[in-house]
């Protein structure tokens, strides 16, 4: 063993006597005062002496206890600097911040995401991979939650009823341009009637006949 290897395996070892000394006997960690040790031990224990008095939920430590008091309170002390909520938990608020500062970016068309997993999703809309096939039929699509909504065409299942009439159809976008066509004419002026409409046939068609009935093509 070289002079170098004995200097960094000296320094390490002072670095859990002198500035870490309380040491865990179950696993490597090491803590400045002997409480954080203690606590921490309780891991390894399965110890929750500190428990809440409203719900019952136990903790290891004093401060995990106090953190979760707060839920049953009005207090928010973690404050959003960028706009006006407030948060209990420190967590929540650094889960709340990543709304502004979206860190996950689209390298084609540069859309911004706060999480990956919502930026995975996204990228495949930019891909040829139609990774959700309908086993009932040849269509295909890139999300598990389009192929789902979908199949209802074939299983007969309409999710979306219209609370104004008794139509009801399998995908909520079909339902919100049955309600633009048939139902909000009775609150709208003729000119935003005609806008609702000309939206509608740049969106998907929709057929209205003599009668008043709308046929919205199911997929």
């Given at each position: 063993m ?18 870490r ?61 960028l ?29 911004s ?5 919502s ?29 789902q ?9 309409k ?12 995908k ?15 609150i ?18 929709i ?5 008043g ?7």
């Open positions: 070289n002079d170098n290897t004995m200097s960094n395996l000296a320094g390490s070892q002072n670095t859990h006597t002198v500035d000394p309380y040491l865990c006997n179950v696993c490597d960690k090491s803590f400045k005062k002997k409480y954080n040790l203690t606590d921490h031990q309780r891991i390894h224990t399965g110890e929750r002496p500190y428990l809440c008095n409203v719900c019952y939920k136990s903790f290891t430590c004093s401060s995990g206890l106090a953190k979760h008091k707060l839920t049953h309170t009005n207090v928010r002390p973690y404050l959003c600097d706009c006006d909520k407030s948060f209990k938990q420190n967590c929540k608020l650094i889960e709340h911040q990543k709304i502004h500062t979206r860190p996950w970016l689209c390298n084609v068309c540069n859309m995401y706060i999480s990956s997993s930026l995975t999703k996204h990228s495949l809309t930019h891909s040829t991979m139609r990774p959700y096939p309908c086993d009932l039929c040849d269509k295909s699509f890139t999300r598990e939650y389009n192929l909504e979908h199949q209802w065409v074939h299983t007969g299942n999710r979306y009823p219209c609370d104004v009439c008794e139509k009801s159809y399998t909520k976008c079909n339902l919100t341009k049955h309600q633009e066509i048939r139902h909000m004419g009775e709208l002026n003729p000119q935003d009637v005609c806008e609702i409409l000309f939206d509608t046939i740049k969106t998907g068609p057929f209205v006949d003599l009668n009935e709308d046929t919205i093509p199911e997929n």
